[in-house]
């Protein structure tokens, strides 16, 4: 973030909110999905693209941990080894998971089963939930004393900024900032220049809203961060 301290301990809160964010939609398609309210194919379709989008960012999400955060904790913190190789064991229990929810959503996107849906999501919800609060309770923590917020920085440089387009960019946050308050959605954009910042914010946000309510109905003004 402009004007913040280099040399501080990272700043670990927008992962924080990268696991809300899941948490939040695996959440909402379960319900959306498995209530008893028929779905139209153009909702059914949304949901299903909206689950295997999420799907692909759970796994690029993980492998940019297992490939440039957790290297420099344990560069910086050899103490930390024990606590990192749990945490990729928990990665490589939860990505088959995340793999077969993302075939259930195919298979839903043209009339498949929405209880093999909830059934996939509920599966990958007993072993990616507690992983994430394993990682804001235990290990972030360890993150933040390790490693500084340069470090850090370079780490959502290299793993979460450059493997993006623009468009992918502002997508991934205004997902990201969907029901924040201004405060921690400043956090979110506060990870990229101010050009990219101006169109993440005022450019995408409406393809995001749209798109929000093309999967989970409402109004499109329902979706985005909060006044």
Same mark, same amino acid.
């Given at each position: 973030?402009?004007?913040?301290?280099?040399?501080?301990?990272?700043?670990?809160?927008?992962?924080?909110?990268?696991?809300?964010?899941?948490?939040?939609?695996?959440?909402?398609?379960?319900?959306?999905?498995?209530?008893?309210?028929?779905?139209?194919?153009?909702?059914?379709?949304?949901?299903?693209?909206?689950?295997?989008?999420?799907?692909?960012?759970?796994?690029?999400?993980?492998?940019?941990?297992?490939?440039?955060?957790?290297?420099?904790?344990?560069?910086?913190?050899?103490?930390?080894?024990?606590?990192?190789?749990?945490?990729?064991?928990?990665?490589r229990s939860v990505d088959p998971r995340s793999t077969q929810l993302d075939h259930a959503a195919f298979a839903y996107r043209d009339g498949g089963s929405a209880s093999d849906v909830v059934a996939a999501i509920e599966d990958l919800e007993s072993v990616l939930l507690p992983h994430l609060r394993?990682?804001?309770?235990?290990?972030?923590?360890?993150?933040?004393?390790?490693?500084?917020?340069?470090?850090?920085?370079?780490?959502?440089?290299?793993?979460?900024?450059?493997?993006?387009?623009?468009?992918?960019?502002?997508?991934?946050?205004?997902?990201?900032?969907?029901?924040?308050?201004?405060?921690?959605?400043?956090?979110?954009?506060?990870?990229?220049?101010?050009?990219?910042?101006? !169109?993440?914010?005022? $450019?995408?946000?409406?393809? %995001?809203?749209? /798109? #929000?309510? !093309?999967?989970?109905? $409402?109004?499109?003004?329902? %979706?985005?961060? /909060? #006044?």
């Amino acid at each position: 973030m402009p004007g913040h301290d280099r040399t501080a301990p990272a700043d670990t809160r927008d992962m924080v909110i990268v696991h809300d964010a899941l948490r939040r939609d695996l959440a909402r398609a379960r319900t959306t999905i498995g209530g008893p309210s028929a779905i139209a194919e153009s909702q059914r379709r949304s949901l299903s693209d909206h689950l295997r989008w999420m799907m692909d960012f759970l796994q690029h999400h993980h492998h940019g941990e297992d490939h440039g955060l957790w290297p420099r904790v344990r560069a910086a913190n050899p103490k930390s080894c024990e606590l990192i190789a749990a945490m990729e064991v928990a990665h490589r229990s939860v990505d088959p998971r995340s793999t077969q929810l993302d075939h259930a959503a195919f298979a839903y996107r043209d009339g498949g089963s929405a209880s093999d849906v909830v059934a996939a999501i509920e599966d990958l919800e007993s072993v990616l939930l507690p992983h994430l609060r394993e990682e804001e309770e235990q290990t972030l923590p360890v993150v933040s004393a390790s490693i500084t917020q340069a470090d850090w920085d370079a780490y959502n440089a290299e793993e979460n900024i450059a493997t993006r387009s623009q468009f992918q960019l502002g997508i991934t946050g205004h997902w990201m900032m969907d029901g924040l308050t201004p405060e921690r959605a400043a956090l979110v954009t506060g990870l990229v220049p101010p050009v990219q910042r101006f !169109a993440l914010v005022h $450019g995408i946000g409406p393809v %995001y809203r749209s /798109r #929000a309510k !093309a999967r989970w109905g $409402g109004r499109a003004s329902d %979706y985005g961060m /909060r #006044a």
